[in-house]
């Protein structure tokens, strides 16, 4: 979501705009097959609104969202819950990336959690330069749009039994 176009009533969100691009590039992951986990800070309920608004209710197998799982990112509970919700194991977070807008909270989560870690630099609402080693994203976007590409790239290595971690900067 794009924070800064929220509409709230109390403390849901009613509708809100979307990060340029995410609508297209969640689309087109999904219709090459992959798999995608929503693990969001934030109400179910304003959610479910954004979902609906934006038509992406078809989008996700899996949706880890902070209210009801009673954690927030960058808890590896957050992380722990997604995988568990797509079948995956120990064994499989190496094949596995999360993307986030977000420097202190899903940059820091992915990397403790040892799954790739992928920062859209795109919302000037949040921190742009890291403090700590941990929020060293391994790759870093700008827009949704590069998002496939960089999956594609990442796969292809995958396919070479390389490790994705950090292969290209």
Request: negative net charge.
């Amino acid at each position: 979501m794009d924070e800064a176009a929220q509409e709230w009533d109390g403390g849901i969100v009613l509708r809100s705009g979307l990060i340029p691009g995410a609508a297209r590039a969640l689309r087109r992951i999904r219709g090459q097959g992959h798999r995608i986990a929503l693990v969001a800070d934030a109400e179910v309920k304003s959610m479910e609104n954004v979902y609906r608004q934006h038509k992406l209710e078809d989008c996700f197998d899996a949706q880890i969202i902070s209210e009801t799982l009673g954690a927030s990112k960058p808890d590896p509970a957050m992380f722990r819950a997604a995988m568990d919700a797509l079948g995956l194991s120990e064994a499989d977070k190496g094949r596995v990336i999360m993307v986030g807008n977000n420097l202190r909270r899903d940059i820091p989560g992915a990397n403790r959690f040892g799954i790739v870690s992928v920062w859209i630099d795109w919302s000037p609402r949040y921190f742009r330069e890291p403090r700590e080693q941990d929020e060293i994203p391994d790759y870093t976007i700008h827009s949704p749009d590069e998002l496939p590409p960089l999956m594609e790239r990442l796969e292809e290595a995958l396919g070479r039994g390389e490790s994705i971690k950090k292969l290209f900067r």
